[in-house]
């Protein structure tokens, strides 16, 4: 599976992204697909992962309410529709494929994209 991750780019405080991220290969709708996210001099950290449906997401309390994460199946693709953007949400954000356990944690992950940058300005 290849994971890559499109819709990075510089916004202001306030504003709108939608990142996209594409699978090549087949992923199953039976494990996570995520959002990871590093800033600068940070770890990388977890911010949304789905599961089967959108009945089924999980987010880091840091964005919970301002994103939202999605998938299409049928198209191998999910989504991270970020809203409300704040300076704190800078850093290059991962897509993941097939993550057992929680979902929560990048080493339950198989499957990494290269990432894609996204600078929120004050």
């Known amino acids: 599976v290849q994971l890559q991750a499109s819709g990075g780019g510089l916004v202001q405080a306030g504003g709108s992204l939608r990142l996209s991220c594409a699978a090549s290969?087949?992923?199953?709708?039976?494990?996570?697909m995520g959002w990871f996210r590093q800033a600068p001099g940070k770890e990388r950290e977890f911010v949304a992962a789905?599961?089967?449906?959108?009945?089924?997401?999980y987010y880091a309390d840091s964005v919970k309410g301002r994103f939202t994460i999605s998938r299409d199946n049928a198209k191998n693709m999910v989504y991270l529709q970020m809203n409300s953007l704040k300076p704190e949400d800078t850093a290059v954000y991962y897509c993941?494929?097939?993550?057992?356990?929680?979902?929560?944690?990048?080493?339950?992950?198989?499957?990494w994209g290269k990432g894609t940058q996204v600078t929120v300005s004050s």
């Open positions: 993941a494929a097939e993550g057992g356990g929680s979902g929560n944690f990048a080493y339950e992950y198989d499957y």
């Open positions: 290969g087949r992923t199953s709708s039976r494990y996570y």
């Open positions: 789905i599961i089967n449906s959108e009945d089924n997401t």
